[in-house]
Every structure is written in C-alpha cells, then in structure tokens.
C-alpha cells in the first residue's frame, strides 16, 4: 500500500510531528492537519495490518493526543474519517436492523478429499471445463461482517444475522484499527461497494484480556470466537476497543463503478465484467480482489492465499495448512475453496443456501485428554436425566472445555466411565465436544464408579425407565426443573416466539416469585418487574407487548409450545388440522391417533397421557381464559384449498423457494406437511443433492416424485 519512498516521507512528517507533539498544549496548523492524519493512519497500518511497527506506542500515543487536541480547539475541523472518530463518544443505544445488499449465504461443507473431488467434478459438469482454476484461503473462525463504503468512506457495517438482515454495528467496527475508515476504492473506478469479512480475536489478544479478568476477579471468556461476536454487539464502543479485536476481509460482494454499472452476487450483468472494468482485471478474479483489498490497506488474506489448477493442489494445500492450524497466532477451523474466475461464479450461480462455486473443507476433529473429576445431573422438560461429565478444563479447537454431556447410564457404562479417569475428548465438527473413551491403562486405582441416582436430584421423586429406553426419568410434572424448561421452550423463537423473554428472564421471574407456570407468562406482574435493575419502561412495554401478541399464535405453534414428548414442529401441524378445538384431544383414544399422518404407537401414547392428566387440560383452560387461541383458525380455509388432504415431502435444497415457504403454499391450498417417506406420501418434492429420502421414495410406486418447478405449476392450477 505505502511504497519505500512514501515510507520514508511519512516517518519523516511522523519525527516533525512527535517533536511538536512534545511541546504542551501544542496543536497543528490547520493546513498540516491533513498531513498528521495520513501519518497516522499510516501507523495504524503498519501496526493493526502487517504487524511491522515503525514508532512505539507512547509515540503513537503522542501522534493521536496532537490530533485529539488540535480538533478540540476547532470541533469544525474535525473529518468523520478522522482517526479520533473511532471510539464513539456516547453508548450505543441499540442496534437497528438493515438488510444486505446481497444476501450472506452460507458456504457448503466438506469433510475429506471426497468431498472437494464431488465438488470439483460438479463444477467442471455444469462449466464444461476440463480444469478450473481455484483461489484457496483459510477459514477464519470468528464473527462475519458486511461494510460498505461509499465515495471511499465507510458509512455502515452490519453483522450477518440470518443472511438477509443483519444488525448495524457501524460505531464498534469503527473500534477495529485494520479496518479502515477510509479507503481509496476510487482508484479503481468504484463508486460504491459492499466487502464481506470475519471479526476475530487473535490467540495473543485472547489470553491477555482473559489475564486482565482473572485480575479482577472476574469469569474468564470462553473462546476467542466467541469474544469477537459478543464484542460487536457491545453497548460501550470504548470497551469493544479495548479487546483488540481484528478483522480479516475476504470478498467484495457488490460494487457500483463510477459510470453507474452494478456488478453483485445476483448476477447483474457479471459475464461482461471485464468489458465494465476495463484496465482493472484485479476484479476479475477472486484472487485479484484480496489483492486489490489488500493494496488499499485492508487485512486480506493475501498472504494466506493459494491459487491453484485442479482440484488435487487445493487438498494437498488444504492438508498443509490443517497440519499447521497451531503455529498460526489465530483460530481458524478448516480452509475455503473458491473458484477463482468471477464470470465463472456467476455461471454456476447458486442454490438458496449456498455459492456452487465456494466450498468449506472443514479440518478434522480436535482432541485432547483431561481427567473426569466429578459427575452431575441435569433435569430437562420431559423430564429426562442427562449425567454431566466435571472435567478438568482443557482449552480444545478455540473452546476451553469443562463439562461434557454423557447422555445416559448405558453411554456411561459403554464407555467405562469413571470419576478420576483420564479420557479422550475431541470436539466433532469443531462444534460439540464428546468423549471418545476412557483410558484405563492410566488408572491409579483410586478410580470411583459414577453412580446414578435413583431419584431426581432436583424434587426427590423416584426416577422411571420406559421399556426399551435408555434414558430415565423424572415422571413428577410439578418438579421445579421441568416446569422452568418448560416455560423457556414456551416462550422459544419456535414455539410461542415471545420477543423479548428468553430463558435467563424465564429464570429470574421464577426465583422471584413472579412466575411458576406457563399460565403464570400471561399474568406477570409488571409493576413489580419494572422495579427491577435493567427493565425500563421502553423494555417492559416490549415484553408485554410480546406477550399479548404470542396470544394470537396459530394452534399448531401452542401444541408444539406445550413440549408434549415426541412431537415437534410438523407433527404439531398435523395435530392442529385434526381438531377444531385443542381439548377435543382429551376425547380421542390412542388408535384414533395413530391414523393421523405420521403418528405412531409411541407418540399417540405420549399424546393421549398428555390430555389423560387433568393438570394439563386445567392449564389449556387457563390459557383459553387469558385470550390464547385453543381453535383451530384456519380449519375451514384449509378445508377449501384445492391439495385438501394431499400429502408433502421435501428433499434436498430448493433453488427458488425457502423449505419453509413451500411448506406453506403446499398448507395453504390444504397441503399436510409429513415427516418421512411412506405408502401415505402422495408427493416428494426434490431439491438439489437429495439423500436418501428420495431413493426410499423411488421403490414406491404411489409416490409421485417432482421437481420445484413441477411443484411450483402445481401450486398455480
């Protein structure tokens, strides 16, 4: 980005600058303060972004005081691209929602050389290309980000959120010194652009700040990944900064050049990029964008890029830098494959989930060995009793470890568990760790066996093991774990989506006093609550607004809402359309249900005990008191749809439509959404990279197999 001889110009302006800066209360003549802005942004360079400082940090110190003071005198002078406008000088007061200029989708996964051959041969099968060239980077594992700039300015940044919309962060970025406030994308013709990258926290920034809690006597984070994404979403931008997060930017996703001309994922126009951009071949290729990134004093990852021809180089790079993920001074969970000519992305175009021109090849589970100091049980809503494995805690692929889920008593003995073992753990998918086994040659002697409890370690009551079931459980349906697990699923974004809740208010009101069932959501006592730390008028009138509106949530959200065992979202669907009133369950036996779609002996079982117990239909009836719909609202609009009773199945990844939004045109002409493949299927709908579904449904003959467009014309007659 600074050539040597603008090297050596800037280090001279910085050497005048310190030597004035020395001098108390002194500021800048308002024609150099240009000039001390460049010095500046110059050292940020060389420290935030190729981590090669040219001064100290008291004389960076000194640089920034010079500036801070010159502004303060003349507040007129003051740039918003200004190095002092990064730390905001009030809270946040919330984070608005924006949408992206192109959706964020996510990226394809792939586990082993297989996978990137599958997803080679498909590419060079929809190209016609013998070999294509890829663009290799690693995957860094922290917060996505989107920024756009406009007339070289950054004017927003946003989190990813669901990949349409994401959360304006624009003040905390500003707190991130590799990201520049300014940037002379002009150069190269471009008038507008959207750059997608990863906030992270490196291994170094991690370990001191979790030093600086422990100082305090406070709980250490738990991950760098972690760290990154709740920084973004920080009140205070002044703490954002002191966390000495970075950031990574690694795609241009939009532009719009000076003549007016858009070029984005969406395909505006891309196969005559070349001719739009004539002389600036860095935007044709993706390789060539982290270059151009990086020229214009971005963190790219321009010195971890690979460009390769075929596939076989990409695993052979991917293997290597797998083999060296620990020497890197961040985290990173596996590599990104790209193909790396541009008009060639957009003719492979993509699927609604993912690019068919990128892939993730994810680095293989990370493991480790700790001791098994202790073992506790946790009670869940169905009141199942889930041991907990105590370990010591051992920090493994980003995450430092100290409690492992073991399932049940089977999975205990399976293992041969034992407090005192050294086990093996490892951290599948990089996600969720388990333990892989128990070493017993390591044993001391001093090993004990876990014991299981015979009764509920939350209420007493004994615990009871179904016939042919592993787990045991807690059957009291008052015990106090089950009825706070409850509540949570409830109020849960799939349930009754009651913004604003959540589990850690669901728990406070509980401990005081305020709620202790779910009838108890709707009749909280508000002028108490708003007495309470953190809940002001404008929040309080959020969660009873939520509340109120939760009451007109169609039927089929309140049966999943109850957490009756074994049924979950399309099961509570079929239910819903079976009833005109939820009560009329408690009349229906276990055969009637069972000649419901998709309802077995097992959860016809669990339904009918549901609407046997007279705790349950008393607390229905509590519900339907305080205003929540028990009826079945769209009973008859359903009756009239032309699919009345005309079974749906959806396979593999829909190109036009979300699997939600086809679901729910199917639903609306009378549709029954089922779960799995049998001789009551009338229709599978496929998608791209069907499973196995779709080769159960071929031996069939009932079924009728057709594609999205197929269903789509069907939808239309």
Not at 492 to 503: P, Q, T, V, W
Not at 519 to 541: M, N, R, V
């Amino acid at each position: 980005m600074y050539g040597n001889d603008q090297t050596r110009q800037l280090q001279k302006q910085s050497a005048g600058f310190l030597s004035l800066a020395t001098k108390k209360a002194s500021t800048v003549p308002v024609k150099e303060l240009d000039a001390l802005r460049q010095v500046l942004r110059f050292h940020e360079y060389r420290y935030y972004v190729l981590n090669e400082p040219l001064v100290s940090d008291g004389e960076y110190d000194q640089l920034y005081k010079l500036l801070e003071r010159t502004e303060q005198a003349d507040p007129a002078l003051i740039t918003p691209d200004s190095p002092t406008q990064r730390v905001g000088s009030s809270l946040n007061q919330g984070f608005t929602t924006v949408q992206h200029l192109v959706p964020m989708l996510s990226l394809d996964n792939s586990y082993n050389a297989e996978d990137l051959l599958d997803f080679d041969r498909k590419a060079r099968e929809l190209s016609g290309l013998d070999t294509i060239e890829y663009c290799i980077e690693p995957k860094f594992d922290g917060a996505s980000i989107s920024l756009i700039y406009e007339n070289d300015k950054l004017v927003r940044a946003a989190t990813r959120g669901d990949g349409v919309e994401g959360e304006e962060i624009t003040t905390n970025i500003k707190q991130i010194r590799s990201i520049p406030l300014t940037a002379a994308f002009s150069k190269y013709g471009l008038q507008q652009i959207e750059v997608r990258g990863e906030v992270i926290m490196s291994k170094k920034s991690f370990a001191a700040y979790n030093e600086q809690l422990a100082a305090q006597n406070l709980a250490p984070l738990a991950n760098p990944r972690n760290a990154a994404s709740g920084s973004l979403r920080m009140k205070d931008p002044k703490e954002v900064g002191r966390r000495s997060l970075d950031a990574f930017l690694y795609h241009i996703s939009f532009f719009i050049t000076d003549d007016g001309w858009k070029m984005s994922d969406e395909g505006e126009e891309k196969a005559d990029i070349k001719k739009h951009l004539s002389g600036n071949n860095l935007l044709a290729s993706h390789s060539g964008s982290l270059e151009l990134l990086w020229n214009l004093g971005f963190r790219s990852p321009q010195k971890e890029k690979r460009v390769v021809k075929g596939i076989q180089p990409v695993i052979d790079y991917c293997l290597e830098f797998e083999a060296g993920r620990d020497d890197l001074p961040y985290e990173i969970d596996g590599m990104v494959v790209k193909v790396n000519d541009v008009v060639l992305q957009e003719n492979l175009g993509m699927t609604s989930h993912h690019p068919r021109w990128a892939i993730a090849f994810k680095f293989k589970a990370r493991q480790a060995t700790t001791k098994l100091i202790g073992a506790g049980f946790q009670v869940g809503r169905t009141g199942a009793v889930t041991p907990v494995a105590k370990l010591e805690p051992v920090y493994l692929a980003g995450v430092t470890v100290s409690s492992i889920s073991i399932h049940n008593e089977e999975y205990i003995r399976e293992k041969d568990l034992k407090i005192g073992d050294t086990v093996l753990i490892e951290r599948a998918g990089d996600v969720i760790p388990q333990i892989v086994k128990s070493l017993p040659e390591l044993r001391t002697g001093k090993e004990k066996p876990i014991a299981f409890p015979k009764q509920c370690p939350v209420c007493k009551s004994e615990l009871y093991k179904e016939e042919g079931e592993a787990v045991w459980r807690c059957i009291n349906i008052e015990c106090e774990a089950q009825v706070v697990e409850k509540m949570i699923h409830f109020v849960s974004k799939d349930a009754m989506d009651i913004k604003s809740f959540g589990e850690a208010n669901v728990r406070k009101f509980y401990e005081l006093g305020f709620l202790k069932d779910i009838p108890g959501i709707y009749t909280l006592p508000y002028d108490q609550i708003g007495a309470l730390e953190g809940f002001g008028k404008k929040s309080l009138d959020n969660l009873q607004a939520a509340i109120e509106a939760s009451k007109q949530q169609p039927l089929h959200r309140l049966i999943y809402a109850l957490g009756i065992r074994f049924v979950g979202e399309t099961t509570a669907k079929t239910l819903a359309n079976a009833v005109n009133h939820i009560l009329d369950f408690a009349a229906k036996s276990e055969e009637e249900l069972t000649q419901l779609e998709d309802v077995g002996v097992k959860v016809a079982k669990s339904i009918h005990g549901f609407f046997q117990n007279k705790q349950n239909i008393h607390m229905l009836q509590q519900l339907e008191k305080l205003g929540l719909q028990l009826q079945n609202q769209k009973k008859k609009a359903v009756a009239a749809g032309a699919l009345t009773g005309t079974t749906f199945l959806f396979t593999g990844t829909l190109a036009k439509l979300k699997r939600s939004e086809a679901e729910a045109m199917a639903e609306a002409e009378g549709g029954v959404i089922v779960s799995g493949v049998s001789a009551k299927l009338n229709y599978l709908v496929v998608g791209e990279d069907a499973g196995s579904k779709l080769e159960k449904a071929k031996k069939i003959n009932t079924i009728k197999i057709i594609s999205e467009d197929e269903f789509l014309q069907l939808m239309t007659k």
